[in-house]
């Protein structure tokens, strides 16, 4: 799952390099904290929020294959 979530923001950004991504896993959750560089916040959150908000359907429809929920936080 980590390394999906890292390969869609990576395609997005402009300064790949600058993409950190920290995960923290339990029993039924797994949460992400993702840290961008400030010039690619717009890109990853898009318009509404809809860029953002597809990446986090990937993310709990593969986390839900391995029967856990999910969690993204975007910081800068």
Not at 10 to 32: R, T, W
Not at 63 to 70: F, I, N, V
């Amino acid at each position: 799952m980590k390394e999906l979530v890292e390969y869609l923001v990576k395609s997005l950004a402009e300064h790949p390099d600058d993409v950190l991504l920290s995960m923290d896993e339990n029993e039924d959750n797994v949460s992400f904290e993702l840290r961008i560089s400030p010039e690619d916040f717009g890109r990853i959150i898009g318009k509404n929020g809809n860029t953002i908000n597809a990446i986090r359907t990937v993310l709990q429809a593969a986390a839900s294959s391995h029967k856990k929920r999910a969690k993204l936080e975007v910081l800068t």
